[in-house]
């Protein structure tokens, strides 16, 4: 175990973010979850996009060969 964390004042003894590691990340708190809509966004959008995108394909250009021929 290491021995670092139990002398870190942001951790308690049972791992648990402390009052101070709180404090610390609260002004980042807003930012961080605007950080994550974003990206979250920008992915659902490029998803969307990727799909209707292919879903407008006909494959008309391909050629389907044949049956293949039954042995005898």
Known sequence: MPAGIFNSTYYGKDYRA????LRARRPYLFRNALTGLALFGFTVSVYTYT???VGQDEFSD???PDN????Q
């Open 18 to 21: 402390g009052a101070a590691l």
């Open 51 to 53: 799909i209707r995108a």
């Open 62 to 64: 391909v050629k389907v």
């Open 68 to 71: 293949p021929a039954k042995k």
